[in-house]
T-cell receptor, first 112, second 111 residues
Framework: KAGVTQTPRYLIKTRGQQVTLSCSPI?????VSWYQQTPGQGLQFLFE???????NKGNFPGRFSGRQFSNSRSEMNVSTLELGDSALYLC???????????FGPGTRLLVL | QKEVEQNSGPLSVPEGAIASLNCTYSDRGSQSFFWYRQYSGKSPELIMF????GDKEDGRFTAQLNKASQYVSLLIRDSQPSDSATYLCAVMTGGGNKLTFGTGTQLKVEL
């Protein structure tokens, strides 16, 4: 069974731009969560989706948003990029909410 | 107080030894506990999960949970150089998916 896939794997953007990251969960998994990993803050929860609904959101500004489609694929968007948004963005999928999460390879975003 | 605390290390052990990684958490309502391994430049990989007090063994790995002491540990027996990585402790609280991670412990297994 294929794992979680994320596209693109690498991105370079400039301040003020926006970016959309994509995540395809493991086949049959219905829940997708997003995390940000930086050297300073570690791994931090962004938001989680189940049945196309955002169920929980972490402590991030409104510039960070996401959605989930009917096939469980998910996208996250960051608008008005700031230098501090440079990070590894990780998507994790689970069969249902509250179950074990498996991470994708991540998208490494560099904001210049 | 951080929600999930780990010693950042590095923890150095000789090849073949037992590596012991520890984690404490602050929320007594936490229900599920996970250990992930992360190699440099890679994403976290699930090693083990544990829900109930006691020990859970999987191959060379043993997870231990003590909810009264709010303590989770991971033992790696017969440590190999390939075990050298950062080990992340993660705690799930509530019915959703939110994982709260510790900062990770860097493990170095030396020849």
């Amino acid at each position: 069974k294929a794992g979680v896939t994320q596209t693109p794997r690498y991105l370079i953007k400039t301040r003020g731009q926006q970016v959309t990251l994509s995540c395809s969960p493991i086949s049959g998994h219905r829940s997708v969560s997003w995390y940000q990993q930086t050297p300073g803050q570690g791994l931090q929860f962004l938001f989680e989706y189940f049945s196309e609904t955002q169920r929980n959101k972490g402590n991030f500004p409104g510039r960070f948003s996401g959605r989930q489609f009917s096939n469980s694929r998910s996208e996250m968007n960051v608008s008005t990029l700031e230098l501090g948004d440079s990070a590894l963005y990780l998507c994790a999928s689970s069969l249902n909410l509250g179950e074990t999460q498996y991470f994708g390879p991540g998208t490494r975003l560099l904001v210049l | 107080q951080k929600e999930v605390e780990q010693n950042s290390g590095p923890l150095s052990v000789p090849e073949g030894a037992i590596a012991s990684l520890n984690c404490t958490y602050s929320d007594r309502g936490s229900q599920s506990f996970f250990w992930y391994r992360q190699y440099s430049g890679k994403s976290p990989e699930l090693i083990m999960f544990i829900y109930s007090n006691g020990d859970k063994e999987d191959g060379r790995f043993t997870a231990q949970l003590n909810k009264a002491s709010q303590y989770v540990s991971l033992l790696i027996r017969d440590s190999q150089p390939s075990d050298s990585a950062t080990y992340l402790c993660a705690v799930m609280t509530g019915g959703g998916n939110k994982l709260t991670f510790g900062t990770g412990t860097q493990l170095k297994v030396e020849l």
